[in-house]
Every structure is written in C-alpha cells, then in structure tokens.
C-alpha cells in the first residue's frame, strides 16, 4: 500500500467519526479544502463513494461503512502495536484515554492520574467526563469506569473502589415545611428532584433495598438534572429531596445542612470497576495507569 493512501485512509476515519469536515479538520490540524482534496483523492483512487456529504453533515455511504469496519481494528491494532513498543524507551510514554463519570473522576480517577502523570511525564492522560454509557472499542478509549453491575460481559474489569451506598437527603428548611418519609413509597408524595440518565433519556427510577427485599419508586418534582451535583444543589436549595451518592453528603449530613432519610433502605452495592477490551495486549502506559488504580484500591479495601 503506498504510503499516501495509507494516510488518507487515517483521515477518512476521522472524517467518518467526526462527521464533519470542519471538525475532522481541527482534530488533523489542517485545513478544510485541504482535507476535502484528500477524500476526493482516495474515492478517486478507489473508484467508489465513501461519503455523503450535504449542508449539515457527512455521513458514510455503504461502501464507507464497509471499509470503517475494516480499518478500525486494523488501525486500532496498529496504534496499540506503536503504544506497546515504547515500553523498549528508558520512559514509559503514550496517552492513555479514560472515560469515566463525574463522581467516580473526582474521587478515584483523578488521584490515580495526578499520581501518574508526576511519576512518568511522559505519559499523557485524556480523561473523558460522561455518564452514558460510551462505547469504547468504536471511541477508541483504553479503558472506562463503571458501576461493577454495568459492565458488559465482554470485557476485563477490575474492581479500583469500594461498595458505595446512596443517600436521600433534603434541607431543614423543606423537611420542617414538608416532614420526612419514613417509607420509600411516601417519596410520591413529595417533591423529589429527578435525574435523567444521558444515554437512554429516561428518568432514574429511585432504587431501595432492605432485608433482600427490592423496591422501585418513580419520584416527581419541580427539577430535573442530568448529574448529581446539580441535584445536590437543588436539594441544598430547599427544592426537595434528592438521591446521590452518600460519599457526597456525608459532611453535609454531619453539620446539618442536610438531612437524611431512609438510611435502612439504601444498602451498599457494587462499587467502580475500570474495564477494557479483551485484547492481546494492552499498552505499556495504560498498564501503569491500571496497576496505580489497582494498587490504591488494595491499600483501601485491605
């Protein structure tokens, strides 16, 4: 293959992911025009179209999906092949890409990384905040973190958290206007401030679990968020009561700003994993990265 036509089917895949010349442009550091001569010049030289372009966006035509299913783990295996070889440098180096949620990045990731990348600067982290779940073969993350419970079945996990509990909490001001429930099904008839889940669009549904008995409560209220700090806002507020992790409340809880309710109903459950791909090797700085949050999970759950 010469080696031009193995550049221009780089840039394609950005085009294809990005959907978008104008962006696909910016993430290559070149120019629009220029990257629109270069997938000219591959369809050309193919013979066939790959892309549909229009006004809005550009989305792959058939024979370009069919060559994106061919070249991604092609080049995926290529890009893992150039990360593994720089553990023959007297550094390790390469970028590690992570996707995680807010909570699960600011209380585990970001400790580990910070650790990381003061140890080995030559190792770059790009650390993705987003609570759908990501596909992280097709992004081309190295890893993600997850609730052990959402993990697909496909992937290696390791366990870098402890069990994590929720906690239903509101302000004094509401709980003195309003009281508080002493059963999950009492939610209903208070103002509760919901969380709507990125991925799917649907709203959480308020789990509870008490002596191996599990129940579901759909709340109602004024607000709705998309992440729980907004919700604990919201509560501090005095809009209601919200539902978050009980990691994030419990200075709250203990000076008074916030109350607690239905303790007894809120068990503790799987903590974070990190998961990756069941490949045939994983990238020397992604091996630090994943051995640092291994190491500091150990020294926590001991």
């Not at 720089?86 to 970001?110: C, F, M, N």
């Not at 030559?122 to 609730?147: A, H, M, N, P, Q």
């Not at 994590?164 to 206007?177: D, I």
Request: aromatic share 8%; net charge negative.
């Amino acid at each position: 293959m010469l080696r031009d036509q193995l550049a221009d089917l780089a840039a394609f895949l950005v085009v294809a992911d990005e959907r978008s010349f104008t962006r696909a442009a910016a993430r290559l550091s070149t120019s629009q025009p220029s990257l629109s001569q270069t997938i000219r010049r591959l369809e050309e030289s193919l013979g066939v179209r790959l892309l549909t372009r229009n006004t809005r966006n550009v989305s792959p035509t058939e024979a370009g999906e069919q060559l994106i299913n061919t070249l991604r783990p092609a080049f995926s295996d290529i890009d893992n092949q150039l990360q593994f070889l720089s553990q023959y440098r007297d550094k390790p180096a390469g970028t590690v890409r992570i996707t995680a949620g807010q909570h699960s990045a600011e209380t585990l990731i970001w400790p580990a990384i910070e650790e990381v990348m003061l140890l080995y600067p030559d190792i770059k982290v790009e650390l993705s905040i987003d609570s759908s779940f990501t596909d992280i073969i097709g992004e081309r993350f190295d890893g993600g973190i997850r609730l052990g419970e959402q993990i697909a079945l496909d992937m290696i996990a390791s366990r870098i958290g402890p069990e994590l509990r929720m906690a239903v909490v509101a302000s004094p001001q509401y709980v003195l206007k309003f009281g508080k429930p002493t059963h999950p099904q009492q939610l209903t008839q208070h103002s509760c401030i919901n969380l709507r889940f990125p991925s799917s669009g649907g709203k959480y549904i308020w789990e509870f679990s008490k002596d191996g008995r599990d129940l579901q409560v759909r709340v109602d209220g004024q607000y709705t968020v998309n992440n729980m700090h907004s919700a604990l806002s919201a509560a501090l507020s005095g809009l209601g009561w919200a539902m978050v992790m009980e990691d994030m409340v419990e200075q709250a809880i203990s000076n008074g700003t916030l109350i607690q309710s239905l303790e007894e109903w809120c068990e503790p459950f799987a903590g974070y994993h990190i998961y990756y791909p069941n490949r045939r090797f994983i990238s020397p700085a992604f091996q630090i990265v994943l051995d640092t949050l291994k190491a500091r999970a150990s020294a926590v759950l001991s």
